[in-house]
């Protein structure tokens, strides 16, 4: 977790989720209409800058020039405030990615079948990532990566862990400079939604293809593998 989620709805209707002042953001009606989010994409990142929000596309992905492996895509939530890797992002870095929901593969044996997970009452959610500064500028394959945190109460039933979604009204506290280090675990602990907040269905195997995209990817379907 996570490598798959869906970005679909407008920027207009995450923002006003938010209950917030965007500054002077231009509000933008369209959707978004992205069902197929994958690693390596850019994606709308919201971040504050100058004490007012900004949506940026961001590479999803880190890597440093030290690092040589693939870029990572996750960070765990228990030990990126601390370690190595992800410390100075957690300290200078921190984002959401508004999303709708996100993809996870249940196994059983050799069968492997994708789930769609959402919220209950299908509202945004806000996923806290950590990445490069400034994300209005391109930093080459230093972008972002999702915090994640483990699961448990049924949803560890299709994945062991999940996005740390953040409550909406934390989300500005989240993103805020002054906001400390200590301060941004008290929140990621605090006020992440939990699991019971969630609901799933199995959908299409096309998900599986970063070059299949469109709505019906999100639909419930009927005959599920597992």
């Known amino acids: 977790m996570c490598g798959r989620f869906a970005q679909f709805n407008s920027r207009e209707a995450y923002l006003e989720t938010l209950n917030t002042s965007p500054g002077d953001m ?33 590479f999803w992905g880190y890597k440093p020039e030290w690092w040589d492996k693939p870029p990572l895509i996750n960070a765990r939530g228990e030990t990126a405030a601390t370690g190595r890797m992800f410390k100075s992002l957690w300290n200078r870095g921190r984002a959401v990615i508004p ?25 945004p959610l806000f996923f806290a990532a950590i990445g490069k500064e400034p994300y209005d500028k391109e930093h080459d394959r230093e972008g972002f990566v999702i915090v994640t945190a ?31 280090s200590e301060q941004a675990q008290e929140i990621a602990r605090d006020a ?23 709505a019906e990817l999100v639909k419930m379907i009927n005959d599920p593998e597992v």
């Open 150 to 180: 483990s699961s448990n109460k049924g949803m560890v039933d299709i994945h062991d862990r999940r996005p740390l979604v953040i409550s909406a009204n934390r989300v500005r506290e989240w993103l805020n400079r002054e906001t400390t």
């Open 26 to 58: 231009i509000y933008d009606p369209e959707p978004i209409r992205c069902y197929n989010v994958c690693p390596g994409m850019k994606v709308l990142l919201l971040s504050e800058r100058h004490d007012q929000l900004h949506l940026d596309p961001v």
């Open 192 to 214: 992440a939604l939990p699991e019971c907040d969630f609901t799933w269905h199995p959908v299409s195997k096309r998900v599986g293809n970063p070059y299949n995209q469109g």
């Open 99 to 123: 999303a709708d929901g996100w993809y996870e593969w249940k196994k059983e044996g050799n069968k492997k079948q994708p789930y769609f997970i959402y919220h209950k009452a299908k509202r």
